[in-house]
């Protein structure tokens, strides 16, 4: 006989870590950089352009002092070997100077048939743009420039010079590869920063709380997919907060559903020998049948009621959350004799036990399935009953009020009690399976079942009201109420 192969337990998922390149890490990395080299490439035309205008200003000044070398010299006269030399050293072809309106020339060049292209500096009008440096960057080779500016050695209106512009593009070209370095670099080192700080406050706690919901989505009872608060006061902390209560709430709900599985299954077990103990009460009941006692002619019809309804439960097997409740038929059902069959079953009446007083007139009706209608108020009876009888310090008989109203087009029927009421620590759960029971002998599933039961009719049955001198619960069914009467008269009735 082959050994039976040993379950294998679901992978776990893998610690927190950084995912490349399409983990969230790699994004806000590679995001950070390119957002902080676009900020800082914003600041390389202003920066070129200031450049330029340093450059353009320097050459400016040399030719200024270039010029003033007639003025010093013997006779006023500069020989050709010197005019060179001081072209040549300020960089420039000609020089001219204007002053009160006349233009004269200081050096002269050569002539070209190209005419310069203008560049004037004097008090930024019209000045340079920012496309300036990048125009004399990708302009044409050989190009010859004429600058005007404001003179600071002499009396003059302005100072210009003519030359090639070949040694600023050289300038250029050179200034804008140092700041696209520095951009680079700086952008890089913010970039890794600002990714740094984000990661520590936001990535590695997202994470954190990433990796828990996959351990716990794997094995919900490891304690390592409990996510243990940071204490935080933003969004990060109160998703770990809802995080944890959340995965509270599922524990809770998986131990209800795992204990509501054992008990489908004992009921599965037990249902057979049931049946046969109900076949044989049935039999007996024919047999009681055959008498012509008036007394068992009397009661014998609610003992095959109560037979036929058990033989009924335990055929289906209608175990809370094993089995699926069956669909209910709807029907005109008169809601006074209901409530009668419901209090004999839930035990109300008798010597000074609880009283129930029934304002539901004989002609009313309700639309139900009267199975499931006689279960939802057999639970709220007895439970109404029962919270009395387990009051410890009582001044006044026990009394359950039962009254029927319409309510946009809604049969509401009401049960009320002068019981303790309902404690605030149960409301919250008071219709959940096996947490809505105060008493330590009690199930929980009586109010969770008629839940159940009245949502399938597409009503609803909630707490109502609940104050220490007792509960009101309230059941609301499809359909206003159906009076075959001429006139509403409550009946009266106590059991």
Request: charged fraction near 25%; hydrophobic fraction near 45%; proline fraction near 7%.
């Amino acid at each position: 006989m082959a050994d039976a192969p040993t379950p294998q337990e679901p992978p776990r998922p893998e610690r927190p870590r950084f995912y490349w390149p399409g983990g969230l890490s790699a994004r806000l990395l590679i995001l950070t950089i390119l957002f902080v080299a676009f900020g800082g490439g914003l600041a390389i035309p202003p920066a070129l352009l200031a450049f330029e205008k340093q450059w353009l200003l320097d050459q400016v000044r040399a030719a200024e002092l270039a010029s003033l070398a007639p003025e010093v010299a013997p006779d006023r006269v500069v020989s050709e070997q010197l005019k060179t030399q001081l072209l040549e050293g300020a960089g420039v072809e000609i020089v001219s100077i204007s002053r009160d309106g006349i233009r004269s020339l200081v050096f002269s060049g050569p002539r070209t048939e190209q005419a310069p292209y203008l560049i004037d500096l004097r008090s930024r009008a019209p000045g340079l743009g920012f496309s300036a440096p990048f125009q004399t960057l990708f302009g044409p080779e050989g190009r010859r420039m004429r600058v005007m500016a404001e003179p600071r050695f002499r009396q003059a209106d302005f100072v210009e010079f003519v030359a090639r512009d070949t040694e600023l593009k050289s300038a250029l070209a050179e200034q804008l590869r140092r700041l696209v370095l520095i951009v680079a670099f700086v952008s890089t080192i913010a970039g890794l920063m600002v990714y740094l700080t984000l990661a520590y406050f936001l990535v590695r706690p997202m994470q954190r709380i990433t990796y828990a919901m996959e351990r716990f989505r794997a094995d919900p009872e490891d304690p390592e997919a409990t996510v243990e608060p940071s204490g935080r006061r933003d969004e990060i902390g109160r998703a770990e907060a809802e995080l944890g209560r959340m995965q509270a709430d599922l524990r809770a709900a998986l131990n209800s559903r795992a204990r509501l599985a054992a008990l489908g299954e004992a009921v599965a077990k037990i249902n057979h020998d049931l049946k046969n103990m109900l076949t044989s009460a049935q039999i007996a009941s024919e047999r009681l049948a055959a008498l012509k006692d008036p007394k068992v002619s009397q009661a014998l019809p609610r003992l095959e009621r109560a037979l036929d309804r058990a033989v009924k439960l335990a055929t289906e097997v209608l175990t809370y959350g094993k089995t699926e409740e069956t669909a209910p038929e709807p029907r005109e059902v008169p809601l006074a004799g209901a409530i009668e069959m419901a209090a004999e079953e839930a035990r109300l009446g008798g010597q000074g036990g609880v009283k129930l007083t029934c304002e539901v007139a004989k002609a009313d009706q309700v639309r139900a399935d009267p199975d499931q209608l006689h279960r939802i108020l057999v639970n709220l009876l007895r439970n109404a009953r029962e919270a009395i009888e387990h009051q410890e310090v009582r001044t006044d008989p026990g009394r359950i009020r039962v009254w029927l109203k319409q309510e946009g087009g809604m049969s509401v029927i009401r049960v009320a009690d002068n019981g303790p009421g309902i404690p605030e620590r149960l409301r919250e759960r008071l219709f959940q399976p096996f947490a809505g029971s105060g008493r330590p002998d009690g199930v929980g599933l009586g109010l969770a079942i008629a839940r159940e039961l009245a949502q399938a009719h597409g009503g609803d049955l909630m707490l109502a009201q609940s104050t220490p001198k007792g509960a009101v619960f309230e059941l609301r069914l499809p359909g206003a109420p159906s009076k075959t009467s001429a006139r509403r008269r409550p009946a009266k009735s106590s059991a």
